[in-house]
C-alpha cells in the first residue's frame, strides 16, 4: 500500500548499475547506521520451527484451519499450497521477472518511475529506484519494477513492459489468479473470527487498488553493512509474495530476534499487513520483517499488495467488539493512513503504532 507522493527528488544510480560497475564499498547512502538499532545485519537465527505450511484447498477442515489460526497468531503469514495456480505460469513470470532486469538499463529506462527526463519528480508506478527525499536518508540495495494491477481499467500500460513480448499477457494471467487466492484467504479469516465470511473482502471495492512490485536484488559487497529492504510491516491490507527459491534473504522478527526465512519452490508466502491488523483488532498482526543482501548471488521476488479503497474507513470489524473487547485501534480513512505510511516507513517505525488506543 504504496503512497502516492510526486515530490522533488535526486534520481539515484540504480543498483544494477552500481553492482555491475563493480564497486567495492557501497555508497555511504546504503549503509546502515549503527543508531538505527539494527544490530549485527548478519545475526540471525534458522526458523525455530516447520515453516507454516497450509493447504488452501483443505480450509474448510477443522484441523487445516486450526494451523491457519497457529500461523497467523505466531508469525503473521504463511505459506500456501496447492493454491491453484500451475508451475508452469509460476515460472513463467519469474522467468519474464529476470528477462526484464536482464535488458539494457535504455530499455528498461523506458519504463522509469521518474515523471520527467531530468529525474525531478518521481511516481510510485514504474521501473527504479527509492525515492531520495534527504540527504541522510539510508537506501534500500534493489531495484522494482512496481506496476498497478488493479483496478484493471488503471492499469497504466505506458510503465508495462513491451519486452520481453509475453510480459503482459503473463502478469495479466497472474494477477487475475492471485485475486482469487486473496479472496479465499480472506474469507478463511473471517471464519476463525467468528465474523460474516464476506466481511474483508467486502472492504475491497471496485476501486481498491492492487499492485505488482518486482523487487530486483543484484549482489552485495557489503551485506553487513547494507539491507536489500529496511525493517517494516506492509500498509495494505494483504501480500501475496512469489519469493526466490534458490536465494534467501528475507527475515521476519518475532520476539525481538530475526529469523531466517526458507523459501519452498512453487509456493506463495501470504503475509497480513496493517489495514486487516486494524479490522481484525489487532488479533491477528503484520509481520516485521526485512531481506538482508547476498554477496555472491542475485535475489528475485513479486509481492502482489492488495489494499481497500481510499475513502474506507479503518476500524476494528464491529462483530469483533463488545463490553470484554474494546477497540485496539482509532479510527482513520485509509486514504490519511498511507499518508503516514513512508515517513514512518523511512525511520523504521510503525505507523499503525500511533493509532493503538
Known sequence: MAPSDESPMVRPTT????????????PRQYVVQE???????????????????????????????????????????????????????????TSVSREFFRQPAEEKQKCSNLVDGNGEHYQVEGYGSDKVVSEDQVLNWNDRLHLRVEPEDERNFAKWPSHPESFRDVLHEYASRIKKIRDL???????????????????????ASGFARFNYYPPCP????????????????????????????LQV?????????????????VNLADCLEIMNNGIFRSPFHRVVTNFKK?????????????ETMLEPAPGLLDGKRPPRYRKILAKDFVAGLFEHFRQGKRFINTLKI
Do not use: C
Open 15 to 26: 543498483v544494477q548499475e552500481l553492482a555491475a560497475a563493480g564497486v567495492e564499498e557501497p
Open 222 to 249: 557489503r551485506p553487513d553493512l547494507v539491507l536489500g529492504l529496511r525493517p517494516h510491516t506492509d500498509g495494505g491490507l494483504l501480500t501475496i509474495l512469489l519469493n526466490d527459491d534458490t536465494v534467501g534473504g
Open 185 to 207: 484467504v480472506l474469507r478463511s479469516i473471517a471464519k476463525l473470527l467468528e465474523i460474516d465470511e464476506d466481511y474483508f473482502v467486502n472492504q475491497i471495492s471496485n476501486k
Open 298 to 310: 542475485d535475489r528475485l521476488s513479486l509481492a502482489m499488495f492488495y489494499a481497500v479503497d481510499a
Open 253 to 269: 522478527q518475532r520476539d525481538g530476534r530475526w529469523y531466517n526465512v526458507p523459501a519452498k519452490p512453487h509456493t506463495l508466502l
Open 35 to 93: 543508531q538505527d538499532g539494527h544490530g549485527d545485519l548478519l545475526a540471525a537465527d534458522e526458523f525455530p520451527e516447520p515453516i507454516p505450511l497450509i493447504d488452501l484447498t483443505r480450509l474448510t477442515d477443522a484441523d487445516e484451519a486450526e494451523r491457519l489460526r497457529a500461523a497467523l497468531q505466531t508469525w503473521g503469514f504463511f505459506l500456501a499450497t496447492n493454491h491453484g495456480i500451475e508451475d508452469s505460469l509460476m515460472d513463467a513470470i
